[in-house]
């Protein structure tokens, strides 16, 4: 069955570090997503990403995030100058159609970024 | 704006009685719900979702949710617990025909209690 898979699965990076998260959406799919989840606490949208183009970011996604699909499979998610509070698991996810169209996200085991 | 409230972070049941654990939405024109599984040190997976059609829908696992539009819900409910339902739930919402994400609810931590 086709899956989204992440790497690395844990990162750990200092303070201040720049750290890029990558995912390798499911082939046919058109539309990728960020989520990030701090412990204990809900899962929060960063960023959706359709065309080439981010089609939408949450006020977390700040200048200090960015989005990348490189090439025709990967789909990176890039953290400058990381910060303690940016600790969290990351999600990666895709779908083959738009979420206002009904489609379900299909989601990464996550990256769990641990800042020190 | 959509938000999604999910009631009871905690939820502890016997094994083999009902699981019942709630959803509500907020959104201004009826949206396309979801409930998601996420396992110890895993990813979130799809067990259901609602789009249009029949209001009572089947997932995996032998969980199933229904959509009422007049209470504005979206309960999950499995008639038998089992020990491997334990796990964190999600209820999750996106808006028909605009946007690009979807809105999740705090999660509610299922224990089944042998």
């Known amino acids: 069955e086709p899956e989204v898979t992440q790497t690395p699965s844990h990162q750990v990076t200092q303070m201040g570090q720049e750290v890029i998260l990558r995912c390798v959406p499911i082939?046919?799919?058109?539309?990728f997503y960020w989520y990030r989840q701090i412990l204990g606490q809900k899962v929060e949208f960063l960023v959706s990403?359709?065309?080439?183009?981010?089609?939408?970011k949450s006020e977390i996604f700040d200048d200090q995030f960015s989005v990348e699909r490189p090439d025709g499979s990967n789909f990176t998610l890039k953290i400058r100058s990381t910060k303690l509070e940016d600790s969290a698991m990351y999600f990666c996810?895709?779908?083959?159609?738009?979420?206002?169209?009904?489609?379900?996200?299909?989601f990464g085991q996550g990256t769990r970024l641990t800042v020190v | 704006a959509q938000s999604v409230t999910q009631l009871g972070s905690h939820v502890s049941v016997s094994e083999g009685a009902l699981v019942l654990l709630r959803c509500n939405y907020s959104?201004?024109?009826?949206?396309?719900l979801f409930w998601y599984v996420q396992y110890p040190n895993q990813g979130l997976q799809l067990l259901l979702k609602?789009?249009?059609?029949?209001?009572l829908v089947k997932g995996i696992n032998g969980f199933e949710a229904e959509f009422k539009k007049s209470e504005t819900s979206f309960h999950l409910t499995k008639p038998s617990a089992h020990m491997s339902d334990a796990a964190e739930y999600f209820c999750?919402?996106?808006?028909?025909?605009?946007?690009?994400?979807?809105?999740f609810g705090t999660g509610t931590s299922l224990t089944v209690i042998p």
């Open positions: 996810a895709s779908s083959e159609a738009g979420s206002g169209l009904g489609a379900e996200a299909f």
């Open positions: 082939s046919n799919h058109l539309y």
């Open positions: 990403f359709y065309n080439n183009e981010i089609s939408e």
């Open positions: 959104s201004s024109v009826p949206p396309y």
């Open positions: 609602y789009t249009t059609g029949a209001t």
């Open positions: 999750a919402v996106s808006n028909p025909n605009t946007g690009n994400q979807f809105y």
